[in-house]
């Protein structure tokens, strides 16, 4: 019998724990559950939110065990047109469509809009998907940028200074360089270290300058490397020791502030 501890004897929603053990989205496991195809302790249970210790407590599924599964870290390299979504309303194609079915439900950590492309996390793991995506952690994000001008050093000092968008936030890129240059636009590498939405597309918006291609390229130490544009593959150990350390680094230093 294993001895219960703190954690093991924690309740949470029902719901929760279905998607923490790699069933599915917390969302459909919420239409399961209202449906009346699950017990819990083997009792029918309609309410999503109903306590459940998360180590302990049996579910079924259409009379089907449902255990924790294994931990899942993979990355993809998000095309740009789709989603970052289980199901679209409009009928888009969706980042799962990409990866293709999965026996097991893993969300993203984090997300790319839809012109977006690049390094997309997804686990099942959702204490690490929420450290990688936290403000204190202040892990970059690097992207490559394409931009309809021919951005120069000062251009790319001016991201660092602060640009003041229209609704008057001051946004900041940690870092940035130009790339390379073409005759009527070029690239820039731009690192973010704050997880504000379209941080980039609105600097951009702001000085009116066109984002043609915007590629997330690496997330702290983690690179997207050659992987095809629309494959996924889990994470290595050592890709996932590496973003580990690169975490605990950044969070210990927040912490002392």
């Given at each position: 019998?294993?001895?219960?501890?703190?954690?093991?004897?924690?309740?949470?929603?029902?719901?929760?724990?279905?998607?923490?053990?790699g069933?599915?989205?917390r969302?459909?496991?919420?239409?399961l559950?209202?449906?009346g195809?699950?017990?819990?302790?083997?009792n029918?249970?309609?309410d999503p939110?109903?306590?459940?210790?998360?180590?302990q407590?049996?579910?079924?599924?259409?009379?089907?065990?449902?255990?924790a599964?294994?931990?899942?870290?993979?990355?993809?390299?998000?095309?740009?047109?789709v989603?970052?979504?289980?199901?679209?309303d409009?009928?888009?194609?969706?980042?799962?469509?990409t990866?293709?079915?999965?026996?097991?439900?893993?969300?993203?950590?984090?997300?790319?809009?839809?012109?977006?492309?690049?390094?997309?996390?997804?686990?099942?793991d959702?204490?690490?998907?929420?450290?990688?995506?936290?403000?204190?952690?202040?892990?970059?994000?690097?992207?490559?940028?394409?931009?309809?001008?021919?951005?120069?050093?000062?251009?790319t000092?001016?991201?660092?200074?602060?640009?003041?968008?229209k609704?008057?936030?001051?946004?900041?890129?940690?870092?940035?360089?130009?790339?390379?240059?073409?005759?009527?636009?070029?690239?820039?590498?731009?690192?973010?270290?704050?997880?504000?939405?379209?941080?980039?597309?609105?600097?951009?918006?702001a000085?009116?300058?066109?984002?043609?291609?915007?590629v997330?390229?690496?997330?702290?130490?983690?690179?997207?490397?050659?992987?095809?544009?629309?494959?996924?593959?889990d994470l290595?150990?050592?890709?996932?020791?590496?973003?580990?350390?690169?975490?605990?680094?950044?969070?210990?230093a927040?912490?002392?502030?």
């Amino acid at each position: 019998m294993k001895p219960v501890t703190e954690k093991s004897n924690r309740r949470i929603g029902l719901a929760r724990v279905l998607s923490k053990r790699g069933y599915c989205s917390r969302y459909a496991a919420s239409e399961l559950i209202r449906a009346g195809r699950v017990t819990l302790n083997g009792n029918l249970c309609r309410d999503p939110e109903a306590p459940v210790r998360e180590s302990q407590d049996g579910i079924e599924v259409d009379s089907a065990l449902v255990e924790a599964r294994g931990k899942i870290y993979r990355m993809l390299n998000k095309p740009r047109g789709v989603v970052t979504t289980a199901s679209d309303d409009k009928g888009r194609k969706t980042v799962y469509t990409t990866m293709g079915e999965s026996s097991s439900w893993i969300a993203p950590v984090g997300r790319l809009d839809k012109a977006s492309e690049g390094l997309l996390l997804f686990t099942n793991d959702s204490e690490w998907s929420a450290l990688v995506t936290a403000p204190e952690s202040h892990l970059d994000k690097t992207y490559h940028v394409q931009l309809a001008v021919l951005a120069d050093q000062k251009f790319t000092r001016s991201l660092m200074n602060g640009v003041k968008t229209k609704d008057g936030e001051v946004l900041r890129a940690k870092q940035a360089r130009p790339l390379r240059s073409g005759q009527k636009n070029s690239w820039v590498e731009i690192i973010l270290d704050e997880g504000k939405n379209r941080h980039i597309r609105r600097m951009m918006e702001a000085l009116d300058v066109d984002v043609l291609r915007l590629v997330r390229v690496a997330i702290g130490p983690l690179q997207l490397g050659d992987l095809a544009k629309g494959k996924s593959r889990d994470l290595s150990a050592e890709e996932k020791t590496i973003l580990d350390r690169a975490l605990g680094r950044k969070l210990e230093a927040w912490s002392v502030h």
